[in-house]
């Protein structure tokens, strides 16, 4: 089990093979019993959480451009667990951003809900590879992209362009891979029908969408990728 990518800082990758091992994670067998521990002071703390699916890191690495990984389905208790060792040798965490980019250049990403692990923190819209992301065998980016900015915004992805290449940002908290997305209004319309979409959800994840319209002005409680991402989509033009 390996991680070799370069840490904070942004590349561009050519091709993508993220592959699910059926075989259970070494660090799910390695704490299982401080995974069930931790699951029972998380859900005393938020009964909300729910111990679905999610997909774990074991190697990831970066070579020519080219992003190989292979990750294994771990229970949502053991994710947290991670979470709170982290960083942790032989495990880590990928997944997607769409950057959402309005007809006037801003960016609109979303504030998460009070009742999520993430309460507060504002990045772009995304979640977790799941098992119904994976075809073949291997991560379906675009249809993970797609499944959670519908989920949580109501905005169809497959209407509007975007750039063909990915680019990957790692850090100590995850490494995620991002393309923008174009999009046809300004970006007051954009967050009007967000807000429109999370008033009509019965359990929505996110409080609401932020604009963010400069790398200068940044709103408060970013996730640790964002203050990288926000610097980079303002100073790269589009491709």
């Not at 208790?77 to 032989?90: E, I, K, Q, T």
């Not at 990957?168 to 429109?196: C, H, M, N, P, W």
């Amino acid at each position: 089990m390996s991680f070799d990518l370069p840490s904070d800082t942004i590349l561009p990758v050519s091709a993508v093979t993220v592959r699910l091992d059926a075989a259970p994670h070494p660090f799910t067998q390695a704490h299982a019993a401080a995974i069930e521990a931790n699951w029972q002071r998380e859900t005393e703390a938020n009964p909300a959480l729910f111990n679905g699916e999610v997909a774990l890191l074991s190697s990831l690495s970066l070579t020519d451009g080219q992003l190989a990984g292979r990750c294994h389905i771990v229970r949502y208790s053991a994710f947290l667990y991670w979470r709170r060792l982290r960083p942790v040798g032989g495990a880590g965490h990928v997944y997607t951003h769409a950057m959402l980019v309005s007809a006037d250049n801003a960016l609109i990403a979303i504030r998460m809900g009070a009742q999520t692990v993430n309460a507060g923190l504002i990045y772009f819209a995304a979640g977790s590879f799941e098992p119904a992301d994976f075809q073949g065998g291997q991560a379906d980016l675009e249809f993970n992209m797609h499944r959670e900015v519908g989920e949580e915004t109501g905005i169809d992805l497959k209407r509007f362009p975007h750039e063909a290449q990915y680019h990957v940002l790692s850090k100590t908290t995850g490494t995620v891979l991002f393309r923008r997305y174009f999009l046809d209004r300004q970006a007051d319309e954009i967050a009007a029908d967000i807000r429109s979409h999370v008033r009509a959800d019965a359990d929505p994840e996110i409080e609401g969408p932020v604009v963010i319209r400069s790398a200068d002005d940044l709103p408060d409680r970013l996730a640790a990728q964002m203050p990288d991402l926000i610097a980079w989509h303002f100073s790269t033009p589009r491709a």
